[in-house]
């Protein structure tokens, strides 16, 4: 392996037996994890906030912060705990510094740096955006590039072109609503649950997917995506026929979302003649996306390269993974002290924005 950790004092070079504590704050999970050198998840422990934002149907930021606040300490005693290690024996602490919530941000920021001053090791600011996607890496070789990435949460959905580590080029993305808040929205109306794309995923298998023909959106247009007007279509279609079963109609938004996702994954890969598909973020663990995109590479002769599920939803392994991946490329450009929270943080505005601009944590 090759760079160091660190800019300026102690420098750690990275190896097999570094071992890097990741921290996740960014919405509304806590999570702490240890990852060994390579691609050795030691310990892995998320807290998730889901019964604190239920009630509310959504993710409430201040709610999301206090929580951070009292749980961050306990799950990164645990992920020491599981992984039976001491402080001591970390060489550095990486942490989503941004895209999220502000105030959930500041939070894991600046644990994680008082941690780094304490234990006087390097702190690793790492995009979350990033770190999704190179989860998929964790299981998976090198394919080669160009790689298109399918970045699909609740919060974002967007294609890149990824032409090497840290070389982005956003293809495309939803005009309106993310996917995963689709389906938070969708199940909240049929009253299936929060969060809702787990809920929708498992009574679409009961449903029939042809039941309904909800639209699709710009599916013949561009790389770019839209999911509000299939919400809307959904509740339309809903209140006007009250007795429809949640199985079908849940099966037949979904079959929308994925055909939608698939068209515009498989068309931008076309375009950048991808050696491969990659799929990050919580809408990558649906089932049916999984399928449909495998099948779709099979038929296109292209890779595609599916993280595994817990690796979908937001945790910690990721982040210290993703931190370790940088270095090994030799490309991080965000191991530095000065590292603040950003909560916006685009893949490809990467290089624009000097370390520092965000607000101070
Ligand atoms: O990546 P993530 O954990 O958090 C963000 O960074 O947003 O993604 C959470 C989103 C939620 O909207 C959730 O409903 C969605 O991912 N999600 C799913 C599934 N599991 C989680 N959407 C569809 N099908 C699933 N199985
Ligand atoms: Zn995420």
New binding site residues.
Partial sequence: MSGAFGRGVAPVEVGPDTLVLGVET??D?TAAALVLGGTDVVSSVVSSQIDLHAAFGGVVPEVASRAHLESLNPVVERALADAGVGPERVDAVACTVGPGLIGALLVGVSAAKALSLAWEVPFIGVN?LEA?LYSSFLDHGDVGFPLVVLLV???HTMLIEMRGHGDYRLLGRTIDDAA??A??KVARFLDLGY????A??AAAELGDPEYVAFPRAMMNDGLDMSFSGLKTAVTNYVRRNPDVASADVAASFRAAVVDVLVAKTRRAAAEVDAAGIVLG???A???LLRTEMTAAGAADGRVVLLPSREM???NAAMIAWAALERHHQNTSDSDDFEFAPRPRWPLDGKAAAPPGRGVRA
Wanted: aromatic share 4%; proline share 7%.
């Fill in positions: 960014s919405c999970e979350h999704h949460s609740g919060g995963g808040e389906f938070d969060p809702g794309g787990p929708i995923d973020g919580g809408v663990a649906n089932a979908c939803t937001d």
